[in-house]
């Protein structure tokens, strides 16, 4: 039976990746033009929360077929994301049976979830030969400015996504 | 419990198996995409663009405000430049003049400096930057081909690495592939050529490589696209060489070129192509 949340998480998903890549192409001056490289992870970010406070099952899905996505339009290597994003979705998911789920303890696990995912895309990338960086170079430049960015970016997401989940959770449950 | 962890384990195995051979797929070098992925590749394009236009709209009157409070400053010195162009203009069209005398004399119609132009606009970026790509808004249908030229009105930024019917997406010259090369040549006195290969992300600069140690290249002087091999016209602008360096044996020399083309601020771009067919190309 289809729900609403069947209806609004897609929609929202969708805007997260197509802001993604609005906002990679007008600011890439500053995102990647200095010798910092930030990557903002906006759909990312959303399908954590998503998973939290929605339902992890359904997250599941659509972080497969949005990660598909973002390997079609954008690294031209189908699989990459499309594997990514739903496994390291889960781990974060399998974390978060353990703990509550408030702003720090969420943050901590978005945190750990970018680590994962970028310390990932540098290894595939390696792999195939798209990039040679070196691992410190990485760390400095790559790997803690774009955490920060996405910091700010989840904590402006954090409570109004958490309200929107559970109101399309609750909802979801009367019907 | 452990029928649980069993399952999890086999729908891992299955994933990370689909997943090599995905990768393993995507990577070798397809001279073309299946039909699913230029659909997909087009209408998720499409969708993007409508992102894509308003917030451009926004940014560019932004930009346009802080503009204005340079203008009396630039508006003198383009008033000086002017005067320079007219010259310049009247030269050209002169010499332009020239050469389609001379080629008619010699029963040439095309040569490896003209080609047709393209204009289209970007779409999106690739917001990982792992691989710097671009996509445009112009494909299969207005001509587009794998591996043509891409410039902006300041000199190269890429080519194309992949078409759809409608778009296609271009790989900028600071991406690291290893297929990433262009022919090249150095305008002095004397034609050095050479090619451009790989990027050096700590100088932000092309890398000019294996130029013989013999043939003096200094810092300032112009590179250019030679159009021998490929699809590249001749004379497309590249960069301005900033430093050289003799390689380890002292028998070649590395050029460090800094891209003419501001490969961070893209709206506008044109898919060079070239009129000369590959394959027919003389010294």
């Known amino acids: ?175 | 419990m452990s029928r649980f962890f069993k399952k999890r384990f086999l729908l891992g195995l299955v994933a990370i198996v689909i997943l090599a051979a995905l990768v393993g797929i995507s990577v070798t070098n397809r001279k073309q995409l299946t039909w699913p992925e230029q659909f997909l590749k087009d209408s998720i394009g499409f969708v993007q663009d409508v992102f894509q236009k308003p917030a451009e709209a926004v940014v560019g009157f932004f930009e346009n405000i802080s503009h204005i409070q340079n203008t009396y400053e630039e508006n003198k010195v383009l008033k000086k430049h002017l005067d320079e162009y007219t010259e310049l203009y009247v030269r050209v069209k002169e010499l332009e003049k020239q050469n389609a005398e001379y080629k008619k004399l010699l029963g040439k119609e095309a040569s490896l400096t003209d080609y047709d132009r393209i204009n289209a606009s970007v779409i999106t970026r690739n917001p990982d930057a792992w691989n710097d790509l671009i996509m445009i808004d112009k494909g299969e249908t207005d001509g587009v081909e794998k591996d043509m030229a891409v410039i902006t009105a300041d000199g190269l930024i890429g080519k194309v690495k992949s078409v759809s019917q409608f778009t296609a997406t271009i790989q900028l010259i600071s991406s690291r592939d290893r297929t990433n090369k262009i022919t090249a040549v150095v305008q002095s006195d004397k034609r050095i050529f050479g090619l451009v290969e790989g990027y050096d992300e700590e100088k932000q600069m092309l890398v000019f490589q294996k130029i013989p140690a013999e043939n003096k290249v200094k810092k300032g002087q112009m590179v250019v696209s030679s159009g021998l091999g490929g699809v590249f016209p001749r004379g497309l602008i590249i960069g301005r060489i900033q430093s050289v360096e003799l390689d380890s044996y002292g028998l070649t020399q590395t050029a460090f070129v800094e891209p003419a083309a501001n490969i961070y601020d893209l709206n506008e771009v044109i898919v060079v192509k070239r009129k000369l067919p590959a394959g027919e190309v003389e010294q």
């Not at chain 1, 998973?51 to 972080?63: D, H, K, M, P, Q």
């Open chain 1, 1 to 175: 039976m289809i729900r609403i949340k069947h209806i609004v998480l897609p929609i929202l998903l969708a805007f997260a990746f197509f802001l993604e890549g609005t906002f990679a192409s007008l600011g890439a001056e500053w995102l990647y033009g200095l010798e910092e490289t930030l990557v903002p992870r906006f759909l990312f970010v959303i399908l954590i929360l998503s998973a939290i406070f929605l339902e992890s099952r359904l997250t599941y899905v659509y972080a497969c077929v949005f990660g598909f996505f973002y390997d079609l339009m954008y690294t031209e290597v189908i699989g990459v994301y499309a594997f990514a994003f739903p496994v390291i979705v889960s781990i974060v998911v399998l974390l978060m049976k353990m703990f509550q789920s408030n702003l720090f303890v969420v943050a901590l696990v978005t945190i750990l979830g970018i680590i994962i995912l970028e310390y990932y895309a540098y290894f595939m990338f390696s792999l195939i030969g798209y990039t040679e960086i070196e691992h410190d170079v990485f760390l400095r430049y790559r790997m803690l400015p774009t955490l920060a960015m996405n910091v700010i970016v989840y904590l402006l997401a954090f409570f109004p996504m958490r309200r929107l989940f559970l109101f399309l959770q609750r909802r979801s449950e009367q019907t």
